[in-house]
């Protein structure tokens, strides 16, 4: 059985929290005493109805509130398909924690209210996960109850949509009309609106199906990479030889015999073994977790990303990337923060914002020098040591990176790699 | 090839192990001789053999824990040849003159805290692997792999660091640390699928066996050892069962149950209408936010 990690987007009066409730009820994943918990909160609130929107909502302030505040993760699973639901919170100021959410999803969902259309938060969501790469959007117009179920509504907020998508780098993009207060087409179908001919959306998430990690079969996209976690040397006498090379294969395909380049040094080696405990393979894929060994002693250490020879990535002191500022801090031109791209670390300075972005409009705005929390911006950014890495849009795995602050050791920043600047 | 989902889970998890080990100084593993932290064992055999393991086992013992779950614990670290400490909440209890909790329904659950953080310091641990898993409990499902603790080992979920990708940030100041949870992504079922598919062995109370209990408020508690005094309403019976979740005794109870095999184990929790911590958990029951107020205050 295979796994698909998505993530709900939309502001609380789009109904998301009620969507996820509505989806693990109608699903059967919510156990009784889960339910008789937030049965008896519900009463306690006088709301009389049971709350869905409660059982996501796991702390003290975020109930307090009604609101959600950061990521949570649920689990369940059909038949077909194993779900994670990365439930992350829609408020503008929380972009961040989104941000966070998006980057491990394979599908959006971005919700919109059937009486409000595309809204400033849909381009928001939409472009978030534009930026982080999600191969798959489903645009769930929700409360279809409030506008009398009309297919006229449907039809108009798709081309709205539509036009806005072709602003973004999205490229499967699914409709579905819904009602998840009242359950229509989330798992089961809606005898309200006959004119919808396409799947309810748990019958898309349980069929979608998922491209984003194939490995192999598009080698240009999926180049063989494996950052280096760990060495382990056991340096006992029966193994006094042993050296391999520990960490998890992050895209592409390893063979034995594989020719392979260790960056940043540029040495060259080939494989001699991949082992995964005490069994011998004879090729790995993404996203396995294992041990290689080469057939000569290189110098390695965690840090270095070992490549195979005839797909190299860029290696480059000077780098462009779309950035995410995640901190109250202001990232300023001149500062200096800490940037990891897979296992490595090393300093960098801030040599330009090339841009900021508006993230409602999409506009560029350029004289910025500064960003504040939740902007996001094209910047230009200068490292102590090369890194090595993949433009973004073609490999999450290796262009993605963070900041880190120096001083507070807090991630303040997610980068998403364009190339060299 | 596409990874089947229990060969995904697997590999993320030896990912965060080696990512410790990569990260820390002096990191640890927290082992209790349950189902999960026994899962972890398994998975940092095959992230670090064939050497040793990069940290120790550590055992919190609450002096109130299941012979089975200690007799266990005991043979594993001996027959993997790695280091096991154990701390003991009654050295504490009595060093630090605390009050134990008294009555009915008390336990030292609470207590373990105390020790954890002396544990902690005592070792200069900057690192504390756990099998915490987010489909437990509300306030597990917003924690971060990656979770960082004040030097009095308090969460803040206010405070969690953004965490992208499979990048994971471990650097922090003297006297925090990090608690991780390579398993954060498992459920339960998944925990017992993993165990059947690897073939790893578990304590026997796992499985049905026949046992004296006591009922109290409904559920079946353990009288082992004396550690629940029987009170004039609590009746005592003797029944098949096992336990779903192993922890202290005073606050875990047992299921009813034939299975003795896992396969039986694993159709009776497909087939449960009641989440692990809602059927045996009494300490989570104690208020809406149980399990965020205990976070809050440096317990695992």
Redesign the interface.
């Known amino acids: 059985m295979d796994l698909l990690r998505f993530i709900t987007a939309g502001s609380v009066d789009d109904g998301k929290s009620t969507l996820i409730g509505r989806l693990l009820y109608d699903s059967k994943s919510i156990l009784a005493d889960q339910l008789e918990a937030i049965e008896r909160a519900s009463k306690s609130r006088d709301d009389g109805e049971i709350d869905l929107a409660l059982l996501t909502d796991g702390l003290r302030s975020e109930r307090e509130q009604g609101i959600t505040i950061d990521v949570a993760y649920r689990y369940f699973q059909t038949p077909k398909r194993k779900f994670i639901i990365v439930d992350a919170p829609g408020h503008i100021q929380y972009t961040r924690n989104m941000v966070t959410g998006a980057s491990n999803c394979q599908l959006a969902i971005v919700l919109v209210d059937a009486r409000h259309g595309v809204a400033e938060q849909t381009r928001r969501h939409s472009l978030i996960a534009s930026l982080l790469g999600i191969p798959h959007i489903v645009v769930a117009i929700n409360k279809m109850d409030l506008v009398g179920y009309s297919q006229n509504v449907f039809s108009d907020i798709c081309i709205q949509y539509a036009e806005l998508a072709k602003k973004l780098n999205v490229h499967h993009v699914t409709y579905i009309p819904m009602s998840a207060l009242n359950g229509d087409n989330v798992v089961d179908r809606s005898e309200t609106m006959p004119w919808y001919e396409g799947q309810t959306l748990l019958e898309h998430l349980e069929t979608v199906v998922i491209d984003d990690d194939a490995n192999g079969e598009t080698e240009d996209h999926h180049p063989g990479r494996f950052p280096v976690q760990y060495v382990i040397r056991p340096q006992t006498a029966e193994l006094h030889d042993y050296r391999g090379y520990a960490g998890k294969i992050t895209s592409g395909i390893f063979r034995k015999g594989d020719a392979i380049t260790v960056l940043p040094s540029g040495e060259t080696s080939t494989i001699d073994a991949i082992e995964i405990a005490e069994t011998q393979l004879d090729e790995a894929v993404t996203p396995m977790s294992v041990v290689l060994h080469l057939a000569t002693d290189v110098d390695i250490s965690r840090g270095d990303l070992i490549v195979r020879s005839d797909i190299q990535p860029i290696s480059s002191q000077t780098v462009e990337a779309m950035l995410c500022w995640m901190d109250t801090k202001e990232f300023k031109v001149g500062n200096k923060y800490v940037l990891q791209v897979g296992t490595s670390r090393t300093r960098c300075s801030v040599r330009s914002i090339a841009y900021q972005l508006n993230i409602n409009t999409y506009e560029e705005i350029d004289g910025v020098d500064s960003l504040k929390l939740n902007d996001l911006a094209k910047v230009v950014l200068r490292t102590a040591q090369p890194i090595s890495f993949d433009p973004y849009q073609k490999n999450r795995a290796t262009g993605g990176a963070i900041l880190i602050d120096e001083t507070s050791n807090v991630t303040v920043g997610a980068l998403m790699l364009v190339g060299e600047a | 090839?596409?990874?089947?989902?229990l060969?995904?889970?697997?590999?993320?998890a030896?990912?965060i192990m080696?990512?410790v080990?990569?990260q820390f100084e002096r990191p640890a593993l927290l082992f209790s001789g349950g189902k999960d932290s026994i899962t972890l064992v398994h998975l940092a055999?095959?992230?670090?053999?064939?050497?040793?393991f990069?940290f120790p086992l550590v055992h919190i013992d609450t002096g109130h824990n299941f012979q089975e779950a200690l007799d266990y614990r005991d043979n594993l670290a001996e027959r993997f040849g790695e280091k096991l400490i154990v701390r003991y909440v009654e050295d504490t209890i009595r060093e630090k003159k605390l009050k134990e909790p008294t009555g009915r329904n008390a336990t030292r659950n609470g207590l373990q805290t105390f020790t954890l953080l002396d544990t902690i310091e005592e070792f200069e641990f900057d690192a504390c692997i756990g099998g915490a898993r987010?489909?437990e409990?509300?306030?597990r499902?917003?924690e971060r792999v990656f979770s960082v603790r004040d030097e009095f080992g308090s969460w803040d979920?206010?405070r969690?660091?953004?965490?992208?990708?499979?990048?994971y940030?471990g650097?922090?100041?003297k006297g925090e640390n990090v608690r991780v949870f390579p398993i954060?992504?498992w459920?339960e079922l998944d925990v017992w699928n993993y165990i059947r598919r690897e073939k790893i062995e578990l304590p026997s109370i796992y499985f049905a066996h026949e046992r004296e209990l006591l009922i109290r408020d409904g559920k079946l508690m353990a009288t082992a050892g004396g550690v629940i005094k029987p009170e004039a309403d609590d009746q005592l019976v003797t029944r098949r069962v096992r336990f779903r979740t192993v922890g202290d005794i005073s606050c875990t109870a047992a299921s009813e149950s034939q299975a003795d095999t896992l396969d039986a184990v694993i159709d009776e929790i497909q087939a449960?209408?009641?989440?692990e911590r809602?059927?045996t958990r009494m300490d989570d029951q104690l208020s809406?936010?149980a399990m965020?107020?205990r976070k809050k205050g440096g317990y695992f």
């Not at chain 2, 090839?1 to 989902?5: A, F, I, N, S």
Request: proline letters at 7%.
């Open positions: 090839m596409k990874l089947d989902y060969d995904q889970l697997e590999s993320e030896i990912h080696r990512e080990a990569g055999l095959k992230a670090f053999r064939p050497g040793k990069p987010r489909d409990e509300k306030a499902a917003k979920p206010k969690q660091r953004p965490e992208l990708w499979n990048l940030n650097r922090i100041h954060s992504n459920t449960t209408r009641i989440s809602g059927e809406e936010a965020e107020d």
